[in-house]
């Protein structure tokens, strides 16, 4: 099966479309979200209904901090932009609609949207040794995850050496089946590594062979959207510059 | 991990084994046949307890490189096995022996040295635009097709660009083959493709002495005198190797990358047109450095390394062969004063580009005696003459330019030719004027865009007023 992952998607509808078209034409036949499907962006409902329907015809979904906020509110330590965003996206979207499990398992694979460890905690996964904590406190052999927003690629050799890999853009990489995989494909609606084209990850089950992608899509439009539903004016700023 | 026995009759995954080729410390390699399918090779990891835990890193390390690499100089890969089960590699069975074969020959003949030389660099380009290093180039990793090309087989060591480098961050310990390892690959740098060309260095130096240039050490001490203790120069142990050899062996061999042939290509270039190789000190050289210099550079090995800090692209990128091709004959004043230009902005774009000057004596397909014109000189060094006469105004160093004048009845093609055998990575040409001439010859530049496997800078004098009739004429000249 090729698995399209995507993840932070942040109501972004632009990238989200832009993401799933792509991801077409590399001939995904199912996709995995994961998590942070809200927060941010101005389209939280149509973005939620993509979502569903890409479970309905076989994938996966699994919830983030972000929309695990907009069910219960934002947390006290929430950043004064990303709680404005949650309330308003409380305000747009019943909680029955983001009604996702905190993991989901299949195979020898493991989707969460931050570290592995205790997932309700929320824990960012930056480092080598974040990453093998993650790995480490499941038995899956390879782990999917969002989160950190930066395109990551970790493993963990079988005498507990643990590396990371900026991946490039557009190259098939082979997962061995000597060692453990962390995939970290990067955010689709809000990219933070100065560059504002969109991030997600192609997955062939069968051959374990990933590939991670870029695709620029309209961040100015999804920019004026958020402008014009009222959010705060910098979280539509940062996506036309990718920060 | 399966049970199955490895034996000849013994099938995995539809491959049946039929011979052990080769039993390496690190894995087996078997000929293997499949229904409907040529000869094949397997190659199987040892598995076993105590094996060298490098040997199954090595072998992921080639399960993830093969694949991606196309082209005549790499065995095709045809499929794998994963370590669930028994892992291999099944790529195809390239039919003659390995250079190793020929070291119970060395010393070489000097020209045979320079085509094995040639056949390798060739090989090496072409891995290196894949992206991938070798490192560890040596006699026994290079075989040859009956059609001639270099194959490089054996990338447990190597170092793909654009993938996790599993080695690197697993082993302590530099990795690759005594007497042909790098010096920045004991400084466990591993991502300069110079690093190949220091390995052909010491692969020509064995070729043409029959001696190493750095003997076997098996300690990491001995392997390091390397950073300091330059070979004894082949002319010394076998005064038959050419001076321009020698030059291009001890260039390859320079302990800085920096001080090195930049790229494979630049390598290919020499060995292909010795004549034109610059000579400098290393030419003459008949013996070692003296107990000063090596103290010296000694000295200079107890500072940290400097990181290499570039990708096997960036570095060819940066290290390009470009070729400006001149019509000696037909070309205005104007349009060779361009072309200069034209090379010019290609030239400072990349410091450690290599322009070769061309220019093609057409001959007629019979006539046997072109190079004499009427007043009895040589026009062969005429052309030579007026060649590094239009050249000088760009005040490039000697090592950076050399001079070429060929020879054929279609100049297209003989342009292409050169282009093709040498790996140019950029021609500078200039598109002939609106002339009768041309209408009956076809344009030489069109011909050299369609037909180059690179980039083509066709440079044009601006017309005044003429532009209609220019085109016009462009047009006709090309096949419709």
């Known amino acids: ?243 | 991990m399966s049970t199955q026995r490895i034996e000849p009759g013994a099938v995995i995954d539809g491959y049946r084994l039929e011979e052990r080729l080769h039993q390496g410390s690190m894995a087996t390699l078997w000929r293997v046949s499949a229904v409907g399918r040529p000869t094949l090779v397997m190659k199987m990891p040892l598995l076993r307890e105590g094996d060298d835990p490098t040997a199954l890193v090595s072998f992921e390390v080639e399960q993830m490189i093969m694949p991606t690499l196309v082209g005549p100089h790499v065995p095709q890969f045809v499929a794998s096995g994963d370590f669930s089960a028994q892992p291999y590699i099944v790529m195809e069975h390239i039919g003659g022996g390995s250079l190793r074969s020929r070291l119970e020959e060395t010393p070489l003949e000097p020209e045979e040295v320079a085509r094995l030389g040639a056949q390798i660099a060739s090989a090496l380009q072409a891995l290196h635009l894949q992206h991938v290093i070798h490192l560890d180039l040596k006699p026994s990793n290079v075989m040859f097709r009956s059609t001639g090309e270099a194959v490089l087989i054996d990338f447990g060591f190597s170092r793909h660009d654009r993938l996790p480098d599993l080695l690197a961050e697993q082993f302590r310990l530099p990795m690759g083959t005594a007497p042909y390892i790098s010096p920045e690959q004991l400084q466990r740098i591993r991502n300069d493709p110079r690093s190949d060309l220091f390995a052909l260095g010491a692969v020509l130096y064995h070729l043409v002495t029959g001696e190493r240039a750095f003997g076997f050490p098996t300690t990491v001490l001995g392997l390091r005198r390397r950073l300091y203790r330059d070979p004894v120069p082949p002319r010394a142990r076998n005064p038959r190797c050419p001076a321009s050899l020698q030059e291009i062996i001890l260039h390859c061999l320079e302990t800085d990358p920096q001080n090195r042939y930049q790229s494979a290509a630049q390598v290919l270039l020499a060995l292909r047109n010795p004549g034109e190789v610059s000579l400098t000190a290393r030419a003459g050289r008949l013996k070692q450095d003296g107990p000063l210099t090596v103290a010296r550079r000694w000295l200079r090995t107890l500072g940290n390394p400097g990181e290499a800090s570039q990708t096997t692209a960036g570095q060819i990128a940066r290290s390009p062969v470009v070729v400006v091709a001149l019509d000696l004959v037909a070309s205005s004043d104007a349009l060779r004063t361009d072309l200069r230009t034209a090379s010019e902005r290609v030239l400072g774009m990349h410091p450690g580009a290599r322009l070769a000057c061309l220019t093609v004596l057409r001959t007629s397909r019979l006539a046997q005696d072109v190079t004499i014109d009427e007043e009895g000189r040589n026009l062969r060094v005429l052309r030579l003459v007026e060649l590094k006469d239009w050249a000088r105004p760009l005040g490039l160093a000697e090592g950076r330019l050399t001079y070429h004048v060929l020879e054929g009845p279609d100049p297209a093609s003989v342009l292409v030719d050169f282009v093709r055998e040498n790996r140019v990575d950029h021609v500078v040409i200039g598109a002939r004027g609106a002339s009768q001439l041309r209408r009956y010859l076809g344009s030489v530049s069109a011909k050299v865009v369609a037909e180059s496997p690179c980039t083509v800078t066709v440079v044009k004098v601006p017309q005044h007023g003429g532009e209609d009739t220019e085109e016009r004429s462009d047009l006709e000249a090309l096949p419709r």
């Open chain 1, 1 to 243: 099966m090729r698995l399209a992952l995507l993840a932070d998607l942040h109501a972004n509808l632009e990238a989200v479309e832009a993401c799933l078209a792509h991801a077409r034409t590399q001939g995904a036949e199912q996709v995995a979200f994961l998590g942070d499907l809200v927060g941010y962006g101005a389209d939280p409902g149509p973005v939620v209904d993509r979502v569903r329907a890409g479970v309905e015809a076989g994938g996966l979904a699994i919830k983030g901090n972000h929309d695990e906020a907009a069910v219960r509110g934002p947390p006290p330590s929430m950043r004064t932009d990303a709680a404005r965003a949650v309330t308003w996206t409380q305000e747009h979207l019943g909680p029955e609609q983001l009604a996702f499990p905190l993991t989901v398992e299949r195979g020898e694979r493991l989707f969460v949207h931050a570290s592995a460890v205790d997932p309700e905690r929320w824990l960012y996964v930056l480092s080598s040794v974040d990453a093998g904590r993650s790995l480490r406190s499941v038995t899956a052999r390879e782990v999917f995850s969002g989160h950190t927003h930066t395109p990551s690629l970790y493993h963990l050799a079988a005498d507990g050496t643990m590396a990371g890999f900026r991946p490039v853009p557009g190259t098939p990489i082979k997962l061995s089946g000597l060692r453990r995989w962390l995939v970290i494909p990067g955010s689709v609606g809000q990219p933070r590594d100065g560059n504002p084209a969109a991030c997600y990850a192609m997955l062939d089950e069968a051959s374990d062979v990933v590939v991670f992608h870029r695709v620029p899509y309209d961040a100015e439009q999804a920019a004026r959207k958020i402008r014009a539903a009222g959010l705060p004016g910098d979280l539509g700023a940062r996506l036309e510059l990718g920060s």
